[in-house]
């Protein structure tokens, strides 16, 4: 096992890291913006650097940065999170370098998933269905005549894009110029590639994906699913473990297909692969690999009985998974809501600012991830999400339940956030009964006219 490890990440995930390496015996080294002094992750670490100015392009988006903390404070391993430098395959390979461990995948890997266009090609090579589609796209013209031959409407897909970003719906010919080009400014505005690929849009699906976890010494394993199907413009608002869509013969095929696409990739550590689920839960098409730890992890966390981030640490130290993972098996319903500094009344407006009075939930079932506490600072330069709010009940039901009172229980004053909006959510009958799809929050805002 390392001796120290530096978490290369901010908020909520550096602090689950931390945590996670002092259960395990392992220091922590914490690197910070200036924007970040006050953060918990900062004040809990064993040992913390300022590596920057505020934004993230100044400070946690810096490499040499990063890998000069760890050389500095003989970091053995780094953990990157989600987000920054936690998908950079050039990153990973800088690590491997200097000879410093980077708890995750090998870049190779990395890169041949992280590219969304040769990922669908291993997802076919490996018998893994896809969407009808098409392969990087040269200009916006030579897209145009490859969607009239698919059929709108298609989705343009930057082939580097992720969070939302670089993807855009076209139902319209007249519009498909002006998408193409959005998204391709937007992806290169944000990670450096502009190349776009064009699928075919699958109306009202479920957004449904598979946590795996593999080691070195030939386990690979998948951990049920998530349904993530409750966002607002492709940005994840509540997530639930498993899916009230997926039937005990559908969860078995996407297992089988999500264990044989990593065995043949040769994976390792923590990933996701995300599909769509037509809304009659009988097909499903591979969409990308996440190749880190997600946002919405908790809920796996609380069905399966495991902790991935523990075990991310552990494989990447050569350890095998842990026995209770091994033989894990899923028990009753988890539900995950992130919590917000958005106006959910303004369009969801970020609202920064000094928290005034912060009153977590608790009580049987509640979990709350978060760095936030009275007095502190949410700063304009990052993610909105403040916290992750994780419910747990025996059966769905008692899970929904759960929430509704967690979220009235938590108190936030100073900054908006989204919870009242989430309220709604968890009120509604369609969310009650399940019967919702990605499409769901925006037919819902344009009907009360938001």
Known sequence: MFKRVLVANRGEIALRIIRACRELGVESIAVYSEADVDSMHVQLADEAVCIGKAAGKDSYLKPDRIIAAAEITDAEAIHPGYGFLSENADFAEICKSCNIQFIGPSPEVITKMGDKATARATAVANGVPITPGTDLMPDAETAFKAAKEIGLPVMIKATAGGGGRGMRPCFEESEFKSLFEAASNEAMACFGNGDCYLE?????????????????????????????????????IIEECPSPLV????????????????????????????????????NFYFMEMNTRIQVEHPVTE?????????????????????????????????IECRINAEDPYNNFAPSPGKIDLWYAPGGKGVRVDTHVYSGYSVPPYYDSMIAKL?????????????????LGEFMIRGIKTTIPFQQEILNHPDFESGDYDIGWVGRFLEEKGL
Not at 205 to 213: A, G, K, R, S, T
Not at 252 to 280: C, F, H, P, Q, W
């Open 247 to 282: 039937t005990p013969e559908l969860r078995e095929r996407m297992a089988k297909a999500s264990v044989e696409l990593i065995k043949a990739i040769g994976y390792e550590n923590a990933g996701t692969i995300e599909y769509l689920v037509d809304d009659k839960a009988e």
């Open 390 to 406: 994780i419910v747990t009940g025996a059966t769905r039901e008692i899970a929904i339940s759960r929430m509704k009172r967690a």
């Open 302 to 334: 609380e069905v399966m009985g495991c902790e991935l981030i523990k075990e991310q640490i552990r494989i990447a130290a050569g350890e095998p998974l842990s026995s209770h993972v091994l033989n894990s098996q899923p028990r009753g319903h988890s």
């Open 200 to 236: 075919k849009l699958v109306l009202n699906p479920h957004h449904v994906e598979f946590q795996i976890i593999a080691d070195r010494h030939g386990n690979f394993l998948q951990l049920g699913e998530r349904d993530c199907s409750m966002q607002r413009r492709n940005q994840k």
